[in-house]
């Protein structure tokens, strides 16, 4: 679980989170990213924050979704 920092917006955190892991190589390309649903059971957060990580790496070019299969490491 993570620890919150109170002055931080949590969807940035977990993008922090994902992004790390990426990084890492703990998430390769072609990784699936976990889904909106997977992200608020994991990390506790609402759908929308949740949908917020997603997009915000999407923008960043970490990701890409397709629609009815999921979220993926480019």
């Given at each position: 679980?993570?620890e919150?920092?109170?002055?931080?917006?949590?969807?940035?955190?977990v993008?922090?989170v994902?992004?790390g892991?990426?990084?890492?190589?703990?998430?390769?390309?072609?990784a699936r990213?976990?889904?909106?649903?997977?992200?608020?059971?994991q990390?506790?957060?609402?759908?929308?924050?949740?949908?917020?990580?997603?997009?915000?790496?999407?923008?960043?070019?970490?990701?890409?979704?397709t629609?009815?299969?999921?979220?993926f490491?480019?």
């Amino acid at each position: 679980m993570i620890e919150w920092d109170e002055t931080r917006p949590k969807w940035e955190q977990v993008a922090e989170v994902i992004r790390g892991q990426i990084e890492a190589g703990e998430l390769p390309s072609g990784a699936r990213v976990p889904s909106v649903v997977a992200l608020t059971q994991q990390y506790g957060i609402a759908q929308a924050t949740a949908q917020k990580v997603l997009t915000n790496l999407r923008l960043e070019g970490l990701i890409k979704t397709t629609h009815g299969m999921g979220s993926f490491v480019i």
